[in-house]
Nanobody
Framework: QVQLVESGGGLVQAGESLRLSCAAS????????MAWYRQAPGKQRGSVAS???????VYAGTVKGRFTISRDNAKNMVYLQMNDLKPEDTAVYYC????????????WGRGTQVTVSS
């Protein structure tokens, strides 16, 4: 089992920065691909960024160059540094975990609200 708890959301103005954190429980964190998803009102949940256990990252085109995903395996933490935030980044941000290996399992956090005012 993996439990995920997000923090760091809030209300900021356009152009400002936020850092989201996701604390993961469980002993398999180092063998887990972690990701951030977001869901805006009336829209489908979509991937923002992901990072594998070996540190390979993938970003959505809309955030590339502005957001950075990172992880600290010693602390069971994953982060999303968000710079130059735009009103269209407003959404609930969810932490996601996918265990690697032959029988992958997925887990979601409850989300944290990010609101960017213009």
């Amino acid at each position: 089992q993996v439990q995920l708890v997000e923090s760091g959301g809030g209300l900021v103005q356009a152009g400002e920065s936020l850092r989201l954190s996701c604390a993961a429980s469980g002993s398999v964190f180092s063998r887990t691909t972690m990701a951030w998803y977001r869901q805006a009102p009336g829209k489908q949940r979509g991937s923002v960024a992901s990072i594998t256990s070996t540190g390979s990252t993938v970003y959505a085109g809309t955030v590339k160059g502005r957001f950075t995903i990172s992880r600290d395996n010693a602390k069971n933490m994953v982060y999303l540094q968000m710079n130059d935030l735009k009103p269209e980044d407003t959404a609930v941000y969810y932490c996601f975990a996918l265990t690697e290996g032959a029988y992958p399992r997925s887990y979601w956090g409850r989300g944290t609200q990010v609101t960017v005012s213009s």
